[in-house]
């Protein structure tokens, strides 16, 4: 491109007057660019303030008092986050708001179905997990069948899916128990299975478990070993916990059947109420019923074996709850106080002394005295692994007592052997 410059103006003056013009347009802009920083920066810095002032004013920002005065003002940018952030998520979320409008009485929810396959085909164990459970809020009674074929479809292809399937299945006996129960009854042999017998009968349970009872007791002749008392008995334990135990207390099974039941119970106590409040659960039961009596320690030992890291305190609270139990054995109070002391590095002085404001001396006498008459080692062996307490005190006179009336020449030796003196 050719450029021209006015007549009368010479070469040189025209190469200056372009060269000033480059300058001077350099400057311009440099001036305009830090000006338009300065006053943005203004802006922002103003903004800043007035965002602050509340805060600063009442301890909230506006956000939170247009809340808080049940106004809906701006509002903050987690607020529009989705629930949950990962995309996979998000649309089945976005399926679900959705999915009723296409649900038709008597047919099964195409959408439903199409969500629950997308769903199963993801390879992240969490995540699908997490996303299918909250799907099955989702199932109707039409759509059950359905669901029910696509995992057997899934295991002809060698693709197993068994807690997801205990989720349906779960969900499956919450919404339509008998349906459910009687789809059950004419399963093939390996979906006829004691892990989903137990799926379905916990779900009825939580949801109807006098119909749920009244079927059970229909169908004794289809269960062979399995025990359907159970997952109905922690069902039941959700819904109405009272009125679940007294139908345990009188019930007629046989003592298999009632250890199972009990242990079941425990478990769901310990999650439900934690450890003490499990513990309380078991005592409230009659301990004049051997039944019982033997469902109670195999309940008690079928779960205390698995815990870790207790703490001092509540494991005392805990056992002050059971330990004076008829069922209860110096060997479960030695097992027990192991169990604590590798939750505390080897340690036993918290939970003794803990235990010693708890556990009533008198019963704490009563029941090493009782131990000693079965056998006094353990009883013993117990009371070598407690440090020096009123605990320990208490033990050891109920052993002695005890001792003293079958061999008095050992109360010494056991005596020190306890303290190590």
Known sequence: ???????????????????????????????????????????????????????????????????????????????????????????????????????????PNAAFVKAAVTTLDDSLFHRRQRDFRLLMEKLRPEDARAIHEHFKSLERDGRYFGDEYAAFAMRWGQIAGEDALNEWLHFGPADRSHGNLISLMTGWGTAEPEKALAWVEDHQGEFGSMNAYRPLLVGWLNADPMAATAWLQSAKLDPR????????????????????GASEWLASLPDDSNELAVGARIGWLSNV??????????????????????????????????????????????FAQSLGKVWPSGEVSAQFERWATTDAKDASDALKSLPPSDLRDAGMEGLFRQVEKIDPARVEAMRKEITGE
Not at 257 to 276: F, I, N, T, W
Not at 329 to 341: I, L, P, Q
């Open 257 to 276: 059947q009632v250890a199972d039941c009990v242990g079941g119970a425990m478990l769901d106590k310990v999650y439900s109420d934690g450890l003490e």
């Open 1 to 107: 491109m050719t450029r021209t410059f006015p007549q009368g103006i010479d070469r040189t003056t025209q190469v200056s007057s372009v060269r000033n013009m480059k300058e001077l347009s350099r400057r311009s802009l440099s001036w305009l660019c830090v000006a338009g920083f300065v006053l943005a920066g203004a802006g922002w810095t103003k903004a800043w303030m007035n965002t602050r002032a509340p805060e600063e004013a009442g301890g909230k920002s506006s956000v939170e008092d247009a809340r808080r005065n049940g106004k809906s003002g701006p509002r903050a940018s987690s607020d529009r986050l989705p629930v949950m952030g990962d995309p996979r998520s998000q649309r089945l979320l976005a399926w679900m708001s959705e999915m009723d409008a296409s649900a038709e009485p008597g047919k």
């Open 305 to 350: 074996q698995h815990m870790r890291n207790l703490d001092p305190q509540k494991a005392a609270n805990a056992w002050s709850k059971v330990g004076g139990q008829s069922w209860m054995t110096g060997e479960d109070f030695r097992s027990f106080c192991n169990a604590v002391a590798a939750g505390n590095d080897g340690s036993l002085d918290d």
